[in-house]
């Protein structure tokens, strides 16, 4: 009870100082912009990149799946699930470094207790 009170004022003081609020803000979406996000399957046999607002932004196949994939429609399947795979990978992994980036600019204000409903806004 008396953690959320805590947030809560510093909540309050922070809305008195929208300017700082707005300064971090700015700073998580450049931070997202910039962030580059692996994600792999089949043991790298498929590589996917996103950045942090889980856009994606280059995905790569080995070269002995993409010969297989001409051949057979089995490979072809199986490169549908990795490529799928790998994408998600990538976004779970963007996500994890996204929620940890706002936590960290939530303490920086003061306002550690409120990160998750911080991160629900910001996505």
């Known amino acids: 009870m008396l953690d959320k009170l805590k947030a809560m004022q510093a909540l309050g003081s922070l809305m008195k100082n929208k300017e700082q609020l707005a300064e971090a ?4 979406k450049s931070k997202m ?4 996000v692996d994600g792999q399957a089949g043991g790298g046999a498929c590589r996917a990149v996103v950045n942090g607002k ?3 932004l280059g995905l790569t196949l ?9 051949v057979d429609e089995k490979t072809r399947d199986l490169a549908t699930t ?3 795979d ?22 920086e204000l003061g306002l550690g ?9 910001l996505s």
Not at 90 to 106: D, H, M, P
Request: proline share 4%.
């Open 82 to 84: 990795l490529i799928k």
């Open 33 to 36: 912009d910039a962030m580059r």
């Open 62 to 70: 080995d070269p002995a799946l993409l010969s297989g994939m001409a």
């Open 54 to 56: 889980m856009k994606l």
């Open 86 to 107: 790998a994408i998600n990978d990538a976004t779970e992994n963007a996500q994890r470094q996204v929620q940890a980036l706002i936590a960290r600019e939530a303490d």
């Open 113 to 121: 207790d409120l990160a998750p409903q911080l991160t629900g806004l």
């Open 25 to 28: 803000g700015e700073r998580i």
